[in-house]
């Protein structure tokens, strides 16, 4: 193994939905530019409710939040205000009903005729999944009101980390995580993707910690209060903010990386082919429309890869590998600029049109910067993960890309049928129609339905209008609905041909059949991928091969954790004890989901549950609340 960590990560000790005036472009700056004349299919035709809110967002819509908060490190919480503008759709439309959870509301203010108001309201009681509907009677012609509360220090998305939790040890560290249905924790508001609001903030931070948002980082104002603006119509699950020792480093003129100070360096390496990944977005599918595009790299118990917020994407220390092997996360995150955040599923059950878009953009953009080799590569190790995942699935209605109405909870949209059987149905039309028609039409895509949130019906609609009238021979309706509706691994995938994985799967045969030894393998220009490849793709072996193997190349406690990861899932599953208290570190240290799920659920279905509970009993306090609750479901708490 050539990667090195390059800093130690610790977590513990250091540490149709769219309604007309949804779609509506209101506030947005750039106007879009057309690529070429799209036939427009007006969102309402495919009206679905959000399951996973209780907004009235069909009667009366909220367009912008105005933020004003103290943040409260002593009593982990959010304390202040937030002012709401909203819009009647329904004319006689009386009440205002948001997403609340685990919020204290102290008062609720109406900005009337006669002035600021209280209002009357209700709090319903907390359904565990979704929170509580709070409905506000706004009366038959106010436009704004106001609410002051708190959040509640247990936030599902809020992590407060002490300074001893943070690499540095002097100051304490907060960040969000809204995706999914977590902006409720944060502040009322209507909670699902169906609905776009502008917003703007005003913090109070203690001194020498810097906060920053999803929004433009304007500074602070005479009173010293730290604002922030975003301008563009977001849906809810992308506001977010982060508070801590943060330092900044430039890649170029608008794009940068903020990170504590131990890793900012690196990180600003790792990341440094940020603006070619941008160069070849815009080329592929039109400008880029947010102004300035900054990562920040949050500490290790950032439960996810990366995440999306505009202007600002949040990323998970574990990507700094010190190669840039795994900065394809950069991309997608960077991706979702257009997938996502300015075209954006109006509902959970549509969550492929964000994820499975955005892989596919993903690579897309990994192809032009780095070769077909290394994008096929990645299509093949998705295909492995997406063949998993099918066949682990809870039920098989989680296999389809539009997602039935049976989802308990958004978590169960975010399977690798959304990544990836979403961005293999698009490889499949590209297939299809050919790159020629194909990309024009998926840049007019993003400028047609630019800042709207739209279903899988939606996009149909306009892939009929637009690509399959013109083409009309090109795909069948069976194929179209067996990709969107049907369930498993359409017959029609595209089968990515990896020369150099099949090298890899030759070599790894021979030596598991003792034609070679383990050195003999050879691994001197294997990349990343082709050791995962590798990895994943080995059969039960004999403790003295995985012995050999890790004499041979000391895969327990290597730096890349991606390759760890793939290390430890095979040794857990074949019993090679000396691997283990690695592992055990692995999860101490880190708290990516990808990662810690699936380890945990490893270490319990392979005769290690003792070591699961003593080990989550021990890295709990350290993880995000998000995974907490879903390790304790692993664990079957
Ligand atoms: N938006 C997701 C993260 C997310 C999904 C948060 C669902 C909350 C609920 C983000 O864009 C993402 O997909 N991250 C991936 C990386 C990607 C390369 C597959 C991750 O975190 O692993
Ligand atoms: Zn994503």
Known sequence: ?????????????????????????????????????????????FFTADQFTYANYQDVVVKHAALDLDVDFDRKVLDGAVTLQFDRIDPSAETLTLDTKDLMIKSVDLDTDAGWMPAD???????????SALAIDIGDDATQLRISYETSPDAEGLQWLTPAQTAGKEEPYLFSQAQAINARTMLPIQDTPAVRMTYEASLRVPDGLLPLMS????????????????????????IAIAVGDIGF????????????DYILDASAEEFAETPMMEAANTELYGPYRWGRYDLIVLPPSFPFGGMENPRLSFMTPTLIAGDKSLTNVVAHELAHSWSGNLVTNASW??????EGFTSYVENRVMEALYGEKRAVMEQALGLEDLKRDIADAARP???????????????????????????????????????????????????????????????????????????????????????????????????PQSDAFDTVAAASSRWTRGEITAEELPTADWSTHEWLHFLNGLPALSQAQYKALDDAYSLTGTQNAETAFAWYMQTIKGGYAPALPAVEEFLMSVGRGKFIYRLYGALKDNGQAEMANRVFANAKAGYHPIAQRRISDVLGE
């Open 1 to 45: 193994m050539t990667n090195t960590r390059l800093t130690a990560l610790t977590l513990l000790t250091a540490a149709s939905v769219t309604l007309a005036s949804c779609a509506a472009n209101v506030g947005t700056p750039t106007p879009p530019e057309v690529s070429a004349a799209a036939t427009v299919i007006p969102a309402e035709r």
């Open 121 to 131: 309201y209700t709090l319903a009681a907390a359904d565990p999944v979704l929170g």
């Open 215 to 238: 929004a433009s980082q304007d500074g602070q104002d005479a009173n010293g209060n730290w604002t922030f603006e975003m301008p563009q119509p977001i849906p809810s699950y992308l």
């Open 249 to 260: 480093k430039a890649i170029n003129d608008t794009i940068g990386v903020y990170a504590e």
């Open 349 to 354: 059950r549509d969550a492929w049109l964000n």
């Open 397 to 495: 209605s989680l296999t389809q890309l539009k997602l039935n109405d049976d989802l308990t909870h958004p978590d169960e949209a975010f399977s690798q049928v959304t990544y990836v059987k979403g961005q293999f149905f698009l490889n499949f039309l590209e297939d299809r129609f050919g790159r020629a028609a194909f990309d024009p039409f998926l840049k007019s895509y993003f400028n047609t339905y630019a800042f709207e949130s739209i279903t899988t019906e939606d996009f149909l609609a306009f892939l009929d209008a637009n690509l399959r009238a013109k083409n009309p021979g090109a795909v069948t309706d069976a194929e179209i609905d067996e990709w969107v509706y049907g369930q498993g691994l359409p017959g029609t995938i595209r089968n």
